[in-house]
C-alpha cells in the first residue's frame, strides 16, 4: 500500500458497521433472526428493523464481488447454467456467487432468506431476479408495486396506492415471517434517526459546491451513501456516522483541502463534473485514478440518489410512516422519468458551477442505459456545456476496456480544456 | 529553421507533420506502426525532416536555378532515387539477419543458397520499383520487401527443396529485427549517391551538376531546428513526451480539420481500429465527440481483413466496390462473420464487385451511426482517416450523407491521413508562441 493512504474515522466506523453486519448474518440462525432479501432503491429498512430483520441486498453483493475480482467466474459460472451473456450482470454475479456457497464479502457465508421483499419494481430485472431466488429458496415473497413516475411526480393516488400495499402486502407478510406484531411506533423512532442522518448526508452531498470540492460525489460518494442506502438507515450507527462523515469535510473545507481518493489528496481541481450512472466496479479504483490522474473531481452524481434523492428535500416523516415510506419508494432516482433525470442533471451541472458532465453507460443494465444519449442531448442543450459519453458495465470485467475508457475520458477532460481556453486558432 | 512538429501514432501507421513559424506544413513523414512505437515515431519524424528537405530543394531549385537544363525534373528523380538508397540499405540489413536467422536451423546450406539467390533477384527488381518507370506501392519497406521475398521465396524453396515455411519464418522473423530499430540516416552520404544516379539519368552537364550539387549540399547542411513536439493518436501514451506535449487525437483532428478547411463543423475519421465523429466551432474547438466503443468493425482494419479474405490488395478495393451494379446488403457489422458472410455470397454466385458494394455502405452505415450520436452532420463535412483515399468509401458516405442529411459540402483533403498530425502540429506551434521559451524535445536536424 502507499504511504499516502489516508484513513478518516468515518472510513474505519464504516468497515466497522459492516462488518458488524455481515457477523449478525453469520449469526441469524442462532440467534433466531429473520433474514430479507431486499434491493437499494425503495428499501424499507425503518420497516424491516420494525420487525428486527437483518436485510441482505443482493445487487450490493454483486458489486462487492467486482470489487473484489470474484465477478468474473461468478457470472462465468451463472452462464453455464444457462443465463445468457447479454443478462443483467448483477444477477449473473449474484446467482453465481450463489451456486458458489453465497459466501459475503467479509469471507462469512450468508444465511438463506426468510423472505423476498421486493419493494421496488422500477427496475423489471428485480422482478425477475428474486423469480430465481424464489424458486432457489422456495421463501415467501412481499411485492410491492411502485408505480412509475411518468408524468414526472409522485400524486396523492401513488402514494395511497403503495401505502396500501404496505399495509396489506408488506407488513403482514413481515408479521407473518417474523412472528412480530407491527409497532408504528417503532418504525417512528427509525424515522427520526433517518431524518437526523439524512440532513448530515445532504450537507456531505453538498459541500461539493465549495471550491475546491471536499468529497468526491461519485467515486467517494459510493462510500457515503453506502450505510443510508442499506441495512443501517435508522440506526444509532448510522446517526454517528453521518455526523462524524459530516464533521470530517466540514473540517476539510475550512482547511481548503480537496477530496481525499486511493492516490491520496486530490490537491489541484482541474474540472468539476456531474456524472450520470452507476460506476464500474471491476476496476473501481483504475476508473477513479483516470479522474484523479486529470485532477477531475466529480462534484455531483445521480448514482448516489438511487436509494433516496434527500438533496431534492425529501426525508422520511415519522408522523406518516407508510405515507412516507411509499413517497421515498416513488422518489428514488431509478424512478424517474428522462425528463426528471435531465432536469436534475442540469441543475447539478448549474448548482455545482461544473465544467462538464459525463454519462457512464452500463452495458448490461437496459433499464436505464435506454435514452441516455437523448439525455445527452438534452442536458447539452440545457446548460450549453458539451457531455462525455462513456460505455462500461457493472460487474463484468469483460465489458471495461481500460485503454478505450481512458482515452475517451483524456479525450473529454482535453476538450474541456480547450474550450476553457478559449483560444481561437489560425488556418495552417 | 524552427520546426514545429506532430506526430500521430496510429494502430496502424504512424504519422509525422512539420509546420514552419508561419504554420505553414514543411514536410511529411509516415511509417508502418510496428511493435515498437519509439522507432515508429522516430522513423515518421525522420521521413518528414527529410521530406521538408526535398521541398525546400524543389523551392531553391525553382527560385535559382529554373534556367539549367535538367534541374526542373531533378527533385522527383532524387527523391526516386534517394527512396532506392535507402531502400537498398536497409535491404541489406534484411539479408544479413535472415543470414543470421538461416544459422539457427536445418538445412544450412541449401537455406542460405536460397537465400542468395532470393535478395540477388530483389536487388535487381529494385529497379523496377524505384527507377523512372516504378509501378506505384506500398511506402513501407515491410510491404515491398515482403511482397517481393515471398514471390522468390516460393520458387526458392521449390528449386532447392526446401518447404516454403522455413524461408517464410526466417522473413518473419528477420523483418521484426530489421524493423525495430531506426535505420541509420547517412544523409550527406546517401543523397550524393543518389544524386549521382538522378544526374547520369537526367544527363545532366558537369556544370550543371556541380552547381546543382552546391544548392543539394545546402539544403542538406540547413538546420533544421525542432522547437516543439506534440503526439496524438492511439500510442500516444507510449510516445517519449513529456505529459504536456500529448494531446487526445479527438482535439488533434478537430483542428486539423480546421486548418485544412475552415468551414469544418464535423468531421469524420475512421483510422485503422477508431472511427470518430467530431463536432467543432468557427475555431477548431472540439465542442463534442463520439467514438466506437468495444468493437472496431467498419475501421480500416476491417477493409484490410476483407481484402486479404478477396486475395486482393487494399488499395485495389474501392475500385473493385465501384464496379458494383447491384450492391449486397451485408448484415453483418462483425469483421469475422462479414468474412463468413462474404464467402457465403460468393458460394451463392454473387459478384464480388457486388458484394464489396455492400461492405463499403455497410461501414458507412456504422460511421452514420456515430455520427447521429455525436449531434449529427453539419456543414461544412470533413472526411479524413486512411478510410477517406477509399473513393467507393466516399461515394458510400456522400449517398448516406444525402439521404439523411440533404445536401452538405464534402471535404477531403489528399492529405487526410496527415490531419491528426497537423493538429498536434499546430499545437506544437501554439504551445510554443503561448510561453515561449519552451523546452525543445528535439534538437537541430
Not at chain 1, 462500461?392 to 477532460?413: G, M
Not at chain 2, 505553414?24 to 512505437?37: A, F, L, Q, V
Not at chain 2, 527533385?75 to 538461416?102: K, N, S
Not at chain 2, 515491398?144 to 522468390?152: D, E, K, N, P
Request: proline residues 4%; contains cysteine.
Amino acid at each position: 500500500m502507499k504511504s499516502t493512504v489516508i484513513k478518516e474515522p468515518s472510513m474505519v466506523q464504516q468497515k466497522e458497521m459492516i462488518a458488524d453486519h455481515f457477523q449478525q448474518l453469520a449469526e441469524a440462525a442462532e440467534h433466531g433472526r429473520k433474514v430479507v432479501y431486499t434491493f437499494v432503491p425503495g428499501n424499507l429498512t425503518e420497516l424491516m428493523l420494525g420487525f428486527d430483520t437483518l436485510p441482505v441486498h443482493p445487487e450490493i453483493n454483486a458489486l462487492q464481488s467486482g470489487m473484489r475480482k470474484l465477478s468474473g467466474s461468478y457470472i462465468a459460472a451463472a452462464e453455464r447454467v444457462g443465463h445468457s451473456e447479454d443478462v443483467c450482470t448483477y444477477v449473473k454475479c449474484d446467482i453465481g456467487m450463489l451456486l458458489d456457497g453465497n459466501v459475503g464479502p467479509t469471507g462469512k457465508k450468508l444465511p438463506d432468506p426468510d423472505l423476498l421483499l421486493l419493494s421496488y419494481t422500477g427496475c423489471f430485472t428485480f422482478m425477475k431476479w428474486f423469480e430465481l431466488l424464489r424458486e432457489r429458496y422456495d421463501c415467501p415473497v412481499a411485492m410491492l408495486h411502485v408505480p412509475y413516475q411518468a408524468d414526472g411526480e409522485a400524486t396523492e393516488e401513488m402514494i395511497a396506492y403503495v401505502a396500501r400495499q404496505l399495509e396489506t402486502e408488506v407488513i403482514p407478510k413481515l408479521e407473518q415471517v417474523t412472528g412480530v406484531a407491527y409497532d408504528r411506533d417503532r418504525v417512528r423512532e427509525h424515522m427520526l434517526r433517518s431524518r437526523v442522518a439524512e440532513d448530515d448526508l445532504v450537507a456531505v452531498l453538498e459541500a461539493a459546491k465549495h471550491r475546491p470540492s471536499p468529497i468526491d460525489a461519485y467515486f467517494g460518494g459510493v462510500y457515503y451513501i453506502g450505510p443510508m442506502f442499506t441495512a443501517f438507515r435508522g440506526t444509532e450507527a448510522a446517526q454517528a456516522y453521518y455526523r462524524q462523515l459530516r464533521s470530517e469535510v466540514d473540517a476539510r473545507v475550512a482547511a481548503g483541502q480537496g477530496p481525499i481518493t486511493p492516490e491520496g489528496l486530490l490537491d489541484e481541481e482541474r474540472f468539476r463534473i456531474v456524472v450520470e450512472g452507476p460506476p464500474n466496479w471491476t476496476h473501481f479504483r483504475e476508473f477513479w485514478k483516470m479522474f484523479y490522474d486529470e485532477g477531475a473531481v466529480v462534484v455531483a452524481s445521480t448514482y448516489t440518489k438511487v436509494g433516496g434523492v434527500y438533496d431534492r428535500g425529501f426525508r422520511h416523516d415519522p408522523d406518516r410512516p407508510l405515507e412516507s415510506l411509499a413517497e421515498y419508494c416513488l422518489g428514488c432516482y431509478t424512478n424517474l422519468n428522462l425528463p426528471s433525470r435531465v432536469d436534475m442533471m442540469a441543475d447539478y451541472v448549474r448548482d455545482y458551477a461544473a465544467d462538464g458532465f459525463l454519462i457512464n453507460s452500463i452495458k448490461s443494465c437496459n433499464s436505464f442505459s435506454a435514452g441516455q444519449l437523448v439525455m445527452l442531448r438534452h442536458i447539452e442543450d440545457a446548460t450549453g456545456i458539451p457531455g462525455g459519453f462513456i460505455e462500461t458495465d457493472l460487474v463484468d470485467p469483460r465489458y471495461f476496456s481500460s485503454s478505450n475508457v481512458k482515452n475517451r475520458l483524456e479525450s473529454y477532460f482535453q476538450m474541456l480544456a480547450q474550450r476553457s481556453s478559449g483560444q481561437e486558432v489560425e488556418s495552417a | 529553421m524552427k520546426c514545429y512538429v506532430g506526430i500521430d501514432l496510429g494502430s496502424t501507421t504512424t504519422k509525422a507533420l512539420i509546420l514552419d513559424e508561419q504554420a505553414r506544413p514543411r514536410g511529411r513523414g509516415i511509417t508502418n506502426s510496428r511493435s515498437n512505437y519509439d522507432v515508429a515515431c522516430e522513423v515518421a519524424r525522420n521521413e518528414a525532416f527529410l521530406d521538408a528537405r526535398f521541398n525546400l530543394f524543389e523551392a531553391a531549385i525553382s527560385e535559382r536555378a529554373a534556367g539549367i537544363p535538367g534541374a526542373e525534373a531533378l527533385p522527383r528523380a532524387l527523391r526516386g532515387d534517394f527512396a532506392w538508397e535507402q531502400h537498398i540499405h536497409l535491404q541489406g540489413e534484411l539479408e544479413a539477419t535472415c543470414r543470421v536467422e538461416a544459422e539457427r536451423g536445418p538445412n544450412r546450406e541449401a537455406v542460405a543458397a536460397a537465400l542468395g539467390e532470393v535478395f540477388e533477384q530483389m536487388t535487381a527488381d529494385a529497379s523496377k520499383l524505384f527507377g523512372p518507370d516504378a509501378r506505384p506501392r506500398s511506402d513501407f519497406f515491410r510491404d515491398v520487401a515482403g511482397a517481393a521475398y515471398m514471390r522468390l521465396a516460393q520458387a526458392a524453396a521449390r528449386r532447392h527443396d526446401l518447404p516454403f515455411e522455413r524461408l517464410l519464418g526466417i522473413f518473419d522473423k528477420s523483418i521484426l529485427v530489421v524493423e525495430n530499430h531506426v535505420p541509420e540516416q547517412m544523409l550527406a552520404e546517401r543523397i550524393e549517391r543518389a544524386l549521382e544516379r538522378s544526374a547520369e539519368r537526367l544527363e545532366l552537364s558537369t556544370e550543371a551538376l556541380a552547381t546543382l550539387r552546391e544548392l543539394v549540399e545546402e539544403v542538406v547542411g540547413e538546420p533544421l531546428v525542432e522547437d516543439v513536439s506534440v503526439g496524438t493518436g492511439y500510442g500516444r501514451a507510449r510516445l517519449p513526451f513529456p505529459r504536456e506535449r500529448i494531446r487526445s487525437e479527438i482535439l488533434c483532428h478537430g483542428l486539423g480539420a480546421h486548418a485544412l478547411f475552415p468551414g469544418t463543423r464535423t468531421v469524420l475519421d475512421i483510422g485503422g481500429q477508431d472511427t470518430k465523429a467530431i463536432q467543432i466551432d468557427e475555431h477548431g474547438v472540439v465542442t463534442g465527440f463520439q467514438m466506437n466503443d468495444r468493437c472496431a468493425a467498419g475501421c480500416g482494419r476491417y477493409l484490410g481483413y476483407i481484402a486479404d479474405e478477396m486475395n486482393v490488395g487494399l488499395h485495389e478495393l474501392g475500385p473493385l466496390a465501384q464496379q458494383a451494379t447491384k450492391p449486397v446488403r451485408i448484415n453483418s457489422t462483425c469483421t469475422v462473420f462479414a468474412g463468413a458472410e462474404l464467402r457465403d455470397r460468393l458460394s451463392m454466385g454473387q459478384r464480388r464487385e457486388d458484394i464489396l458494394g455492400g461492405l463499403h455502405r455497410a461501414i458507412m452505415l456504422r460511421a452514420m451511426s456515430l455520427l447521429s450520436r455525436s449531434g449529427g452532420i453539419h456543414d461544412e463535412f470533413t472526411f479524413t482517416g486512411g478510410v477517406a483515399k477509399n473513393a467507393a468509401a466516399v461515394e458510400a458516405l456522400e449517398g448516406l450523407v444525402d439521404e439523411n442529411y440533404g445536401q452538405r459540402t464534402l471535404n477531403i483533403s489528399p492529405d487526410s491521413i496527415y490531419t491528426g498530425a497537423l493538429g498536434a502540429a499546430l499545437f506544437a506551434l501554439r504551445s510554443a508562441t503561448e510561453q515561449a521559451p519552451v523546452g525543445a524535445n528535439g534538437g537541430t536536424r
